[in-house]
């Protein structure tokens, strides 16, 4: 698995000034990646000027932050001219929206790698992250992707707006304001496809970027699952999610507690450790919670 991303900041392409803030952000304030959008942010109008921008970005803007490209998607006729555009500058990655399912994946890193070696980039550079469940013929595809050789694939994520109006759905959440069982499925779905495919599981947007409580239950909620990181819609929201997708001293002084006791008696299947009796997968648990944390250092330095 690639270096961690615990954030990911949608910036609309076509839009100078959040463009500009969102490159100025340094600290636990900067996003892991930003996201330039090509696809839902813009009207059709400004498609092109978007695409314009987001190339001028990559070339000149040297922001802390990784710098992704969502494009159209890849059955729209502007999808081709979004990859001509972009992949000469070498993006650290792209955003697939609406994938049926891994073909589509592996149709995207063909287009990619064409592209690479016409621009004598590196081969395979270039990652993907699919919103891996927009269309409900996508959800019932999550289950392929991971008996598929997907090299290029850094992370799945899931999304709820679309998913929605392609079920008629006249909301996808319920009067409590969490999400309907149905998307609460979908992102089950997800995220256990993901994680059987070695790749990273980002927990969709939170929509109020004015409810930073809100956001925090979220972020808290799917670091526990096993989400790795949290799409944003705010670089407000860029701060919280990063603390929440970090393994805090307490947490990583346990592991290393976990480690330690087993280390003192190797071979052992369970052991003792203040008071409670922990077995093998609670070593599992403490050493992934340590590669983590070791994976956010490398990202961060």
């Not at 100078?16 to 696809?39: C, H, Q, V, Y």
């Not at 001219?81 to 070498?90: F, G, K, M, Y």
């Not at 927990?203 to 790795?228: I, M, V």
Request: aromatic letters at 6%; proline letters at 6%.
């Amino acid at each position: 698995m690639h270096k961690a991303i615990r954030s990911w900041l949608f910036v609309p392409a076509d839009s100078e000034r959040k463009l500009a803030r969102a490159a100025g952000l340094d600290g636990e304030s900067a996003a892991d990646a930003l996201i330039l959008d090509l696809e839902d942010a813009l009207s059709p109008a400004r498609k092109a000027h978007g695409r314009a921008m987001a190339v001028d970005f990559l070339k000149t803007a040297k922001p802390q932050s990784q710098i992704w490209i969502r494009i159209n998607p890849l059955d729209s006729p502007l999808c081709a001219a979004d990859l001509e555009a972009v992949i000469p500058h070498a993006p650290a990655g792209i955003v697939l929206p609406k994938p049926d399912g891994p073909v589509d994946v592996e149709a995207l890193s063909t287009r990619i790698g064409a592209l690479e070696r016409r621009h004598g980039l590196a081969a395979g550079k270039i990652r993907i992250m699919a919103v891996a469940t927009e269309t409900a013929r996508a959800v019932t595809s999550l289950g392929l992707y991971p008996r598929t050789y997907l090299p290029r694939l850094c992370a799945l994520s899931w999304g709820a707006e679309d998913l929605a109006t392609d079920l008629g759905a006249t909301t996808n959440k319920g009067a409590d304001g969490r999400f309907a069982f149905v998307y609460q499925m979908v992102r089950a779905q997800m995220l256990i496809a993901a994680k059987a495919s070695e790749v990273q599981a980002v927990e969709t947007l939170y929509d109020n970027f004015r409810d930073p409580d809100g956001l925090k239950t979220r972020a808290q909620r799917a670091f526990c699952e096993g989400f790795n990181g949290m799409l944003a819609i705010h670089p407000a929201q860029v701060p919280i999610i990063n603390a929440r997708f970090t393994p805090d001293p307490a947490q990583i002084a346990h592991a290393r507690a976990v480690i330690a006791a087993f280390a003192a008696k190797p071979g052992a299947g369970a052991v003792e450790l203040e008071g409670k009796m922990l077995d093998r997968p609670h070593l599992k648990q403490a050493q992934n919670i340590l590669a983590l944390y070791d994976k956010q250092s490398e990202t961060r330095d």
